[in-house]
């Protein structure tokens, strides 16, 4: 058994069972939608067709979800001048599931079962991806009825975590004793002091070692008058020319 009905401008040939997208309507999901603009009603070589409507004949169905439709995209151009202009629409739409036919003195149930699963919890569940917000609010006040619990705890551990509190003064109040630790490092101080110290004693030591450098230039100077029995040679030149 089918009927075609009228609803948002247009018409559908639905059956029993049948899902079908039509223009937004109001309801929450899971509620009933009843439709009386019946045109026509058919069963196998039976038809019965209104005048404009069938006298008595409703279609019933439930709300799964109302979204977004497909964007559809529109262009404008003027050619010569440079306009171009795109935008996007996204119609409203309503998720419905056929569930009953009734005209004419017969009528047709689905028995099946609704599912209320929106068409974004199953994409993303085929894609492996986080589900949309609105199923996790759905869960989260399960989550917090458990978390309730587990908070009345903590209140009787309260008295014992103040019991450590006292340990620790006392365990300042141990190290007092050893202020005078300090001096023992400023007494250290000197003897840094007296070690830089003698090392500048053994540089002091060291920079006359430096004056032995001089002591080659004697050598120099006494190699200096060797060189002067070669001018003696000259007046021996001179005799031989007398």
Same mark, same amino acid.
């Not at 009953?100 to 993303?124: F, H, M, P, R, Y």
């Not at 609010?137 to 014992?160: H, L, N, R, V």
């Given at each position: ?15 029993a069972g049948d899902l079908m997208v039509v223009e937004k309507l109001g309801g929450e999901p899971g509620a009933q939608v009843a439709f009386d603009q019946v045109l026509m009603l058919g069963e196998g070589d039976t038809v019965v067709i ?14 799964? @979800? ?71 609010? @759905? ?57 830089? @110290? ?45």
């Amino acid at each position: 058994m089918y009927a075609v009905i009228k609803t948002g401008g247009k018409q559908y040939r639905v059956k029993a069972g049948d899902l079908m997208v039509v223009e937004k309507l109001g309801g929450e999901p899971g509620a009933q939608v009843a439709f009386d603009q019946v045109l026509m009603l058919g069963e196998g070589d039976t038809v019965v067709i209104g005048a404009p409507t069938v006298a008595g004949a409703a279609v019933t169905a439930t709300l799964i @979800e109302t979204r977004k439709g497909e964007k559809v995209k529109i262009f404008k151009k003027i050619r010569r001048q440079g306009y171009r202009r795109t935008r996007g629409h996204r119609q409203f739409e309503t998720v419905l599931r056929v569930t009953g036919i009734a005209g004419e003195g017969k009528s047709e149930t689905w028995d099946g079962t609704v599912d209320l699963t929106t068409k974004a919890v199953l994409n993303a569940r085929s894609r492996n991806l986080r589900l949309p917000e609105g199923t996790v609010a @759905e869960a989260a006040p399960k989550a917090a009825k458990k978390a309730a619990a587990p908070k009345a705890a903590p209140k009787a551990a309260a008295p014992k975590a103040t019991a450590p509190k006292a340990a620790p003064k006392a365990e300042a109040a141990a190290p007092a004793p050893e202020a005078p630790k300090p001096a023992a490092k400023k007494a250290a101080a000197p003897k840094a002091e007296a070690k830089t @110290e003698a090392p500048k004693a053994e540089a002091k030591a060291a920079a006359p070692k430096k004056a032995a450098a001089p002591k080659a230039a004697p050598k120099a100077d006494a190699a200096a008058p060797a060189k002067k029995p070669a001018a003696k040679k000259a007046p021996a030149k001179k005799d031989g020319d007398a």
